[in-house]
């Protein structure tokens, strides 16, 4: 079935309608963050304000890992070996901690969200060059999915790159204590916008399929 871009569009923001409730884990590492902050600023003191943001986004950050280490290391053992999946996990968990912690700038903690969307991105955009689907065969392991996976990887590509953008425009725009508050809401926003990208990939295909 053919569609225009406008039709494309009115679908994809037709999906955020029938969005279900979100989780409030989503929440969480925000939270900790926006209360943090104020707190540490406190503490700290004027002069220190920079310890201070670092500090409440380490705090978040961790929390923020701890929460998805275990789907991180389901989606690694579908890939790797047990102790090659130990000494990644490991790695992803805690090296941005440690280089957080060591340089203890908030410019790095704006970059390391970059970053993230930049190591994501590019294992989907390596995928869509290699003709593969493993990462989104990941991601969306039920068999209903399996059709979906080329379309469901070259849209995660789109959707990693197009958040590096936007994280990238708001640290050159805004305050970094502005930025605090995009980061605390990211996850929220992320899954939304996310999901409504799976729905209209998973709606196209199976018009495409009916059609």
């Known amino acids: 079935m053919h569609r225009t871009p406008f039709d494309l569009?009115?679908?994809f923001l037709s999906l955020f309608q029938d969005l279900?409730?979100?989780?409030r884990s989503l929440y969480l590492p925000g939270a900790?963050?926006?209360l943090g902050y104020p707190l540490l600023s406190v503490a700290f003191g004027s002069d220190h304000s920079a310890n201070a943001f670092a500090t409440a986004f380490l705090a978040a950050l961790a929390v923020r890992i701890a929460m998805g280490f275990e789907g991180m290391v389901r989606r690694l053992l579908?890939?790797?070996?047990?102790?090659?999946t130990?000494?990644?996990?490991?790695a992803f968990a805690g090296v941005p901690l440690v280089v957080l912690a060591l340089a203890n700038d908030p410019l790095w903690c704006q970059r390391m969200q970059s970053l993230f969307y930049v190591v994501i991105g590019g294992i989907f955009?390596?995928?869509v060059l290699n003709g593969r689907t493993a990462t989104a065969a990941s991601f969306w392991p039920d068999a209903e999915m399996r059709d979906h996976l080329p379309n469901l990887t070259r849209i995660m590509v789109v959707y990693n790159f197009t958040f590096l953008l936007l994280n990238e425009t708001m640290i050159r725009i805004t305050e970094p204590s502005h930025w605090l508050l995009f980061w605390a809401v990211l996850p929220v926003i992320g899954h939304m916008v996310l999901r409504a990208m799976v729905l209209t990939v998973i709606n196209l295909d199976d018009n495409?399929?009916?059609a």
């Open 9 to 11: 569009v009115r679908l």
């Open 20 to 23: 279900p409730p979100l989780s």
């Open 32 to 34: 900790v963050l926006l």
């Open 78 to 84: 579908t890939r790797y070996s047990v102790g090659r």
């Open 86 to 90: 130990i000494v990644f996990a490991l």
């Open 125 to 127: 955009l390596q995928d």
């Open 208 to 210: 495409g399929h009916r």
